[in-house]
């Protein structure tokens, strides 16, 4: 496509005007970009939710202690009858 001299040019042009080969290639639908976004915002926040403790374990363990800290029961209490946990593994 010819363009008059000092006329703006849109982006989409100036790149099929660059690469012959992709002069075919259509602009994509508003549809397939609005699926590809959420997309890629739904796996950034699956990873977020998931890789951020992971990678924060500290914060996390020092919050659960403090809130345990903050609990007025003790662990058979809260248990309701069932048997409380015990570490097979705990040294003696």
């Keep these: ?3 008059p ?3 703006p040019v849109p982006f989409w042009l100036s790149v099929k005007n660059r690469l012959p080969k992709w002069a075919k290639m259509n602009r994509p639908t508003l ?6 976004t959420t997309a890629i ?3 950034c926040a699956v990873a977020a939710v998931t890789f951020y403790p992971k990678y924060h374990h500290d914060y996390y363990k020092n919050a659960q202690k403090e809130e345990r800290a903050l609990l007025r029961s003790s662990r058979e209490q809260q248990a309701g009858g069932q048997n409380v ?3 097979p593994f705990e040294r003696k």
């Design 1 to 3: 496509m010819r363009i």
């Design 5 to 7: 001299a000092g006329a």
């Design 31 to 36: 549809g397939s970009m609005a699926v590809v």
């Design 41 to 43: 915002v739904t796996c």
């Design 85 to 87: 946990w015990i570490d």
